[in-house]
T-cell receptor
Framework: GIQVEQSPPDLILQEGANSTLRCNFSDSVNNLQWFHQNPWGQLINLFYIPSGTKQNGRLSATTVATERYSLLYISSSQTTDSGVYFCAVDEYGNNRLAFGKGNQVVVIP | GAVVSQHPSRVICKSGTSVKIECRSLDFQATTMFWYRQFPKQSLMLMATSNEGSKATYEQGVEKDKFLINHASLTLSTLTVTSAHPEDSSFYIC????????????FGPGTRLTVL
């Protein structure tokens, strides 16, 4: 099956700093999503982005499908951005998602 | 977006008992739902695909007789953990996608199962 690798695994940020999270995948994908898992375990949809660039407030994402990677940018980080960010891909177009191991982000005031 | 709910949010049971977890799509119909399991500090692992009106499809290594899935309506899928043991303790999360967002999956809030 497809391999999904996220880096860095852990990140500590000062409030107000910017950061970039990376997701590499080993094969072509039909779907790529970024999620934020809050402390209660709920997965929050950030982006559905199989290709191209999207922005939503302080967050933006870019997927370069031909080079098999996606980036999630967090600008002007806030303490509420803390949590685990997951990248998930659908290899076969059947909506079965394979998740990376996540990026644990801690934003300190 | 589309809203998915789960019930219960938390359950504690004795070893050997069975536990049922419900997953509902609140504002859309879902012919397909998915069940994931997440152990502490780990990623989500897909367990099975739940298909309305037909048998579920299980991922390799997931025991279908232990994790019974029923998808009897377009808005409800249930996962029953039969004869639960402490190693089944985990965070169980369901997901679904809406026809309005055909490839974007939305996740329920999860159910934390603790087996004593």
């Amino acid at each position: 099956g497809i391999q999904v690798e996220q880096s860095p695994p852990d990140l500590i940020l000062q409030e107000g700093a910017n950061s970039t999270l990376r997701c590499n995948f080993s094969d072509s994908v039909n779907n790529l999503q970024w999620f934020h898992q809050n402390p209660w375990g709920q997965l929050i949809n950030l982006f559905y982005i199989p290709s191209g660039t999207k922005q939503n407030g302080r967050l933006s994402a870019t997927t370069v499908a031909t080079e098999r990677y996606s980036l999630l940018y967090i600008s002007s980080s806030q303490t509420t951005d803390s949590g685990v960010y997951f990248c998930a891909v659908d290899e076969y177009g059947n909506n079965r998602l394979a998740f990376g191991k996540g990026n644990q982000v801690v934003v300190i005031p | 977006g589309a809203v998915v709910s789960q019930h219960p949010s938390r359950v504690i049971c004795k070893s050997g008992t069975s536990v049922k977890i419900e997953c509902r799509s609140l504002d859309f119909q879902a012919t397909t739902m998915f069940w994931y399991r997440q152990f502490p500090k780990q990623s989500l692992m897909l367990m099975a695909t739940s298909n309305e009106g037909s048998k579920a499809t299980y991922e390799q290594g997931v025991e279908k007789d232990k994790f019974l899935i029923n998808h009897a309506s377009l808005t409800l899928s249930t996962l029953t953990v039969t004869s639960a043991h402490p190693e089944d303790s985990s965070f169980y999360i369901c997901s679904a996608y809406s026809q309005g967002y055909p490839h974007e999956q939305f996740f329920g809030p999860g159910t934390r199962l603790t087996v004593l």
